[in-house]
C-alpha cells in the first residue's frame, strides 16, 4: 500500500528510522530526479543533485522541520539547488569570459589595467570626473557627495550615469566589467 505524503512524513518526524527514509527516498527518488533534469538538462548533474538533497535531507534531519506539505517541500528544495547550480555555473563561465578577454590582451598586467581605468576616469568630464570620484574612489554616499559639492542628489545620479555610459565606451568591455567588480564603485545606487 502506498502512502502519502502525509504519513511517510509522520513516519520520518517520529521513527527517525533509515526504514522510514527508505520509504522516504523510494517515493521521491525517481520523480524528482526527472524534475532536477528537466531544469539543468543533465543528467548525471541531475543525479548529483539528487544525491546531496537526500545526503542532506537525512544527515541534517531536515524532515523535523517540515510544517509543510512534504511534496512541495522537497519539490523547491531541488528547484533551488538545480537553479543555484545553474547560477553558479553561470558566474564561473562569465568570470572564465572576463579571464579570456584579459588572455587577448596580454598587456593587461594589474598595473597596465590600474592605469587605463585611471587615464579613462581622468578623461571623463570636470564635474562627471569629480562626482564618480566622490562616489567611487571615495566612498561616499550620493547624499554626502551632494552635500559636499553643493548639488541635488539627481545631479551626482545623473552625474554618475553619465561617467558609467562614457566609461563603458572608453573601456574594453573587460576592463570595464574589472572596474565594476573590483569594487572601485562601493555604491551604485
Known amino acids: 500500500m502506498k502512502k502519502s505524503p502525509k504519513d511517510i512524513l509522520h513516519d520520518l518526524q517520529r521513527e527517525r528510522s533509515e526504514a522510514s527514509f527508505d520509504i522516504f527516498f523510494s517515493c521521491y527518488h525517481n520523480h524528482v530526479l526527472l524534475w532536477a533534469n528537466s531544469i539543468v538538462k543533465d543528467p548525471d548533474l541531475a543525479k548529483d543533485i539528487v544525491q546531496d538533497f537526500f545526503l542532506d535531507f537525512w544527515q541534517h534531519k531536515r524532515y523535523l522541520s517540515i510544517t509543510t506539505d512534504l511534496s512541495a517541500y522537497v519539490y523547491r528544495a531541488i528547484r533551488n539547488a538545480a537553479l543555484k547550480h545553474l547560477d553558479r555555473a ?100
Open 90 to 189: 553561470k558566474k564561473m563561465v562569465s568570470d572564465e569570459s572576463l579571464k579570456d578577454n584579459f588572455q587577448e590582451f596580454p598587456l593587461y598586467r594589474e598595473l597596465d589595467r590600474k592605469e587605463i581605468i585611471y587615464t579613462a576616469i581622468n578623461n571623463l568630464p570636470e564635474k562627471c570626473r569629480e562626482v564618480f570620484t566622490h562616489c567611487c574612489i571615495y566612498g561616499k554616499t550620493y547624499g554626502e557627495t551632494a552635500e559636499d559639492l553643493g548639488v541635488s542628489i539627481n545631479t551626482v545620479r545623473t552625474h554618475m550615469t553619465r561617467a558609467f555610459r562614457l566609461l563603458r565606451e572608453q573601456l574594453h568591455p573587460a576592463l570595464f566589467l574589472l572596474l565594476l567588480t573590483r569594487d572601485i564603485c562601493l555604491e551604485t545606487n
